[in-house]
């Protein structure tokens, strides 16, 4: 897809895309403002791309249009069951000049595995990449370079049918935006201090937690309020059922590494249906285990990661998702009290695979897993 405005473009077999340029695109002056600090999710592109699929037609009326606001009927079927899902992934340009999104094959991917959870319909993953072209393809001037900057790009899907019955609706509109951004914490890579939430929980057995849908976030919402009342960053969330073994954050997966003489132990909680298979996590798995540390996936209580941060055979714990890239976690609290991770610091594994990752996104070392795909 090199010039999405001369050439007529297919999201897939039988779904044409129509291009109509925006007539009043953000001027370039106060674009390079925007890009030179472009917080998170505050600012976005001059386009988008919609999408909709109706019942017994499938979908339909692909438009990659300006980026303008909606507007809904009130009885529209997500304003009150919240039948929606959505992803998250991100476009850089490369030390080379060129432009790429970070392994969209796998957000595709996700995005039909949470349309499955919420009975919603699978938009076909060549459909999802080529619109991820198409829209970077055509604001991409609003890449911005350098650092933690990238356009962070939110697919997302939901029920549009207006009707107040409870089944799955008739009638769905799949957008793609795109928001230039710097790095999701304020503070920058500096260490995070989480909250171990033990009164709230984000997912149980059978429940939507795997799903990368709205509620799963509605849900979190109290008790991230209560870590900050704590002077928290994050909440770190708990099984539903025990109580006792750390399944993720908010946004992120978590990984803890753990020393024992000369052998180091990656462990990450193990994918028990509650929790995000997140993609940045699959990576991290990829690198750590390239590196020779013994990765494991498993099963990770609060009991054992307060025990051995004490012994000191914990040495570094960080969380890793494709808005926050890897965030060293310095301190935990919880109701039973404060614990450090070694000294607080951002500990040398942390820092190098975070290196590591930026550097494969950036195109600065071989993409030797096929994880860069190109825009023309
Ligand atoms: N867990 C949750 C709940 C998330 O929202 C995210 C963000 O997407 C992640 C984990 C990390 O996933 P990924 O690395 O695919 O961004
Ligand atoms: C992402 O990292 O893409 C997410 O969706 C996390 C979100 C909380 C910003």
């Given at each position: 897809m090199t010039d999405i405005l001369t050439r007529p473009t297919q999201l897939c077999a039988d779904l044409p895309l129509q291009v109509v340029p925006s007539a009043s695109p953000v001027d370039a002056v106060r674009r390079s403002e925007i890009l030179a600090e472009p917080g998170f999710g505050q600012h976005f592109t001059d386009h988008m791309l919609s999408i909709t699929w109706t019942r017994g037609v499938g979908w339909h009326d692909a438009l990659l249009g300006p980026f303008a606001p909606l507007q809904l009927h009130p009885s529209t079927a997500v304003l009150h069951y919240s039948q929606t899902i959505f992803e998250g992934l991100k476009a850089f340009n490369l030390d080379d000049g060129g432009l790429a999104v970070f392994r969209p094959d796998a957000n595709a991917a996700r995005f039909q595995r949470s349309a499955a959870r919420l009975a919603?319909?699978?938009?076909?993953?060549?459909?999802?990449?080529?619109?991820?072209?198409?829209?970077v393809s055509i604001d991409r001037a609003w890449v911005p370079s350098g650092g933690d900057r990238s356009l962070y790009l939110r697919p997302f899907m939901f029920a549009t049918e207006a009707y107040l019955g409870v089944r799955p609706a008739h009638e769905y509109l799949c957008l793609f935006i795109a928001s230039p951004s710097g790095a999701y914490f304020p503070q920058g890579v500096k260490p995070v201090t989480v909250w171990l939430s033990e009164d709230f929980v984000r997912a149980a057995p059978g429940g939507t937690g795997a799903a990368k849908t709205g509620g799963n976030y509605a849900a979190s919402l109290l008790a991230q309020e209560q870590a900050a009342a704590q002077g928290c960053d994050q909440v770190v969330w708990l099984d539903a059922v025990e109580r006792s073994a750390v399944e993720e954050m908010g946004g992120m997966n978590l990984f803890f590494v753990f020393k024992d003489g000369d052998k180091v132990e990656f462990a990450t909680p193990e994918l028990t249906g509650t929790l995000l298979?997140?993609?940045?996590?699959?990576s991290v798995i990829t690198l750590a285990g390239e590196h020779g540390y013994g990765v494991s996936e498993r099963r990770i209580t609060v009991a054992e990661w307060r025990e051995r941060a004490a012994d000191g055979?914990?040495?570094e714990v960080f969380a890793c998702g494709t808005a926050a890239v890897i965030t060293p976690i310095g301190r935990a609290r919880?109701?039973?009290g404060e614990f450090t991770m070694a000294d607080g610091e951002p500990g040398p594994i942390t820092t190098a695979l975070r290196e590591e990752l930026l550097d494969i996104q950036h195109g600065t070392v071989d993409d030797r897993h096929g994880w860069i795909h190109r825009i023309g």
């Open positions: 919603m319909p699978g938009l076909p993953e060549d459909a999802f990449v080529a619109a991820v072209e198409a829209l298979a997140g993609i940045t996590r699959e055979s914990l040495t919880s109701n039973g």
